[in-house]
């Protein structure tokens, strides 16, 4: 999702002269096809909402999105994005950031995961992870606990190594 793959294929987050273009391209063709193997109305709008959302590798709000989709002389209502967006999040496509109020594109929408993130305080960056061991250690933990999960999102927020240097 929003991260760019090294050689070894551990997440990092995208370089400088990182193709961004790409990312959408290959994100919304996707979710056209993703949807429409699974029987979803990806309509005009709920793509543009996506490829908002995936014009960085920065989360966005909800009102930046309307602000967007504004100046392109759309206008549409709040309710109508969140409901985008809603549609855009069952479908495993876009995960929300609940310490940042935004939302990122879903790297990997084909296989139903559970969030990992690192996210960049000073550029706002985000990569996300999908990693296996993590989860499962979190699951045993919370099966420990007693408890039942209904949703998990691990965000960590830090410098990525770009703003470190």
């Known amino acids: 999702m929003n991260s760019a793959d090294a050689d070894n294929d551990s ?10 273009r790409h990312c959408v391209d290959e994100a919304l063709a996707n979710a056209e096809r993703l949807c429409r193997e699974r029987g979803l109305r990806l309509t005009a709008r709920r793509r543009r ?13 909800a ?11 759309r206008r549409p209502a709040p309710p109508t994005v969140y409901r985008a967006l809603d549609f855009l ?5 876009v995960h929300r950031l609940d310490s940042l109020n935004a939302f990122v594109g879903c790297r990997d929408p084909e296989h139903p995961h559970a969030g990992q993130f690192l996210i960049c305080r000073r550029c706002r960056s985000v ?13 045993a933990k919370v099966a420990e606990a007693g408890f039942r999960a209904e949703t998990q999102m691990l965000e960590i ?5 770009r703003c470190r240097d």
């Open 11 to 20: 997440p990092v987050f995208p370089p400088e002269n990182h193709d961004h």
């Open 49 to 61: 909402v996506l490829e908002l959302v995936w014009n960085s590798h920065q989360p966005v709000g």
């Open 63 to 73: 009102y930046d999105i309307l602000e967007a989709m504004s100046d392109e002389g």
């Open 89 to 93: 999040m069952d479908a495993g496509l």
């Open 127 to 139: 990569a996300e992870l999908d990693d296996a061991e993590l989860q499962r250690a979190v699951n």
């Open 157 to 161: 927020q830090g410098v990525c190594s």
